[in-house]
């Protein structure tokens, strides 16, 4: 059965989720804000004892994401070796959990972004979405049903892609520069991520559409520090999440800063933009997951406790803390968990944040099944 009838099935749970009346029931308060948690970790294969393996049994985390180039030492690779490897290494994962639920992930896009090299054995040729852009629907659909078929078969369930910012900046070297846009058109990129939606679904992999509220306008990049679209953003960079509201298996949030939206907070922590913006005047109601925490646009201007206390109260559903741009500054689960059970035990973050964001994880994994 198919993730898109299975959305169809589910319908009922979306309205008593949206509506409040489903708890997180006797779930330990330790689960349920790991189910908040996506981590990055270092190994080629996992088993019983190894700590990735602890953290998915101990927090029931969301999920891991999965990277091939290693920060730690180059010579050898972080997570994916081999099709035969990652295959494996997927299924250790799987066995880490009581479901075998877990959100497996990678950034596999096409071009640039793909995770699945040919020199690990994976096809690794697939197009950037500029040049799917001007392909046929047909053409689309084969290229990215080929995509989910790869993905799925080494047990990758979990794609944080499409992008749909729009190619609107000249300047802007991290999407347009790297042809990683389908469009300057807000319904041809809409059009081309649903279809990409479609195919990774039908495959059985879901998706996230990327970078909310709009990182085509930029001119800086937010891996290396902070980045303000105020005077470059436009409004019509909204419109590929208005129209795939209903579509979207998750949204990721950018790092990047709006005054125009919110003037004191960057898109991931602000609960304008997520909870105001995305939900209430977009009509998303679905997973909210935040681009990896660790980049230098939030890690230089804030500490992991703000960082943690500001993205619950925007009212993100899944934290990414890929553990892969910074050696130095690595963070365990535990610590994540910690620091957030503090924050609730000081009621600087609310149990309804973090029931609500519960609800709609374990809503997502769902659709896996």
Sequence with gaps: MTILRNKMMILALVV?????????????????IGSMLMVGFHGTSVNNSSQIC?????YNLAGVILFDYNPVD?????????????????????????????????????GKVQRLKSVYGFYGNFPTAKAVGEMSDSETLKTYIAMGKELKSVGINYDLAPVVDLEI??????????????????????????LFIKAMNDTGVLTSLKHFPGHGSSEGDTHKGYVDVTKTWNKIELEPYRLLANKADSVMVAHVFNSKIDPSYPASLSSKTVNNLLRNKLGYNGVVITDDLQMGAISQKYTLRETLKLAIKAGDDILLFGNQLDPKRTVA???????????????????????KAYNRVQKLKSELK
Excluded: M, W
């Design 169 to 194: 900046n000249p300047k802007n070297h991290v999407i347009n520069g790297l042809n990683r846009a389908y469009s300057s058109d807000a319904k041809v990129v809409s059009h081309k991520a649903g």
């Design 74 to 110: 180059k010579t050898k690779p972080k997570n994916i070796q081999t099709k035969a490897q990652v295959a494996t290494l997927t299924k250790q994962l799987q066995n880490c959990t009581t479901k075998n639920d877990l959100l497996i992930s990678v950034d596999q896009e096409g």
């Design 16 to 32: 008593l989720v949206s509506n409040g009346l489903l708890s997180a029931g006797e779930i330990s308060l330790d689960k349920k």
């Design 333 to 355: 689960t535990h610590v994540l968990v910690n620091t957030i059970k503090d924050l609730v035990a000081k009621k600087e973050i609310s149990i309804a944040d973090i029931d």
């Design 54 to 58: 602890d953290d998915i049994k101990n």
